[in-house]
């Protein structure tokens, strides 16, 4: 079975800090890995992925996501953040496609200025 | 449509109510998934459907937890006999086909059981 473990469950950074969101997963098998994001009153949207291949995955909005196979982790990072990053942060794994995403309990990410 | 449309938004519940819970998936998507993601928790997987059948429910917490696709479009979470632990988030969400990786949700129906 596939479990996600999200170490932290609020990260507080100011504007323009840096950050990173861990992520660790366990697994018998090769899965995929996602980061959802959650802003307030709306649904998950998806951040970014790794499926196969290089094991840096970035976002359209500056996050990164490195797989790291030997540690089982995914965490997320950016460089310098925004007061609209403000939201809750979901990794989550999937064992194959058409499968169930299995989620951890997500991280609260507030930036303030 | 243009996204995954849940009805309704929030749904109060006295205990011992039953509910029903709707869930419109991006048109053509063959794939579709419920959740439940209580106060403070990752969702967790109800069900699954792949065009109108039920292929895994093995995450619906009771007997009072059903789920149908009819016609493989829209589904209708239903819970019978609500009672308080029910009170969650349902987050419905579809993939476009089966060897489709990307799951697309819907904002989620904030059911509340007084």
């Known amino acids: 079975a596939q479990s996600v473990t999200q170490l932290d469950s609020q990260v507080p950074v100011f504007e323009e800090a840096p950050v990173e969101l861990r992520c660790n997963y366990s697994?018998?098998?090769?899965?995929?890995l996602f980061w959802y994001v959650q802003y307030p009153n709306q649904g998950l949207q998806l951040l970014l992925k790794y499926l196969s291949g290089s094991t840096l995955v970035e976002s359209i909005n500056g996050f990164e996501a490195e797989f790291n196979k030997s540690q089982t982790s995914f965490h997320l990072r950016k460089p310098s953040v925004h007061i609209s990053d403000t939201a809750e942060y979901f990794c989550a794994v999937r064992r194959q496609a058409g499968t169930a995403l299995i989620f951890g309990k997500g991280t609260t990410l507030s930036v303030s200025s | 449509g243009a996204g995954v449309s849940q009805s309704p938004r929030y749904k109060v519940a006295k205990r011992g109510q039953d509910v029903a819970l709707r869930c419109d998936p991006i048109?053509?998507?063959?794939?579709l998934f419920w959740y439940q993601q209580a106060l403070g928790q990752g969702p967790e997987f109800l069900t699954y459907f792949q065009n109108e059948a039920q292929l895994d429910k093995s995450g619906l917490p009771s007997d009072r937890f059903f789920a149908e696709r009819p016609e493989g479009s829209v589904s209708t979470l239903k819970i019978q006999r609500t009672q308080q632990e029910d009170s969650a988030v349902y987050l419905c969400a579809s993939s476009r086909n089966v060897g489709n990786t990307e799951a697309f949700f819907g904002q989620g129906t904030r059911l509340t059981v007084v």
């Open positions: 048109s053509g998507h063959v794939s």
């Open positions: 697994s018998s098998v090769s899965v995929y």
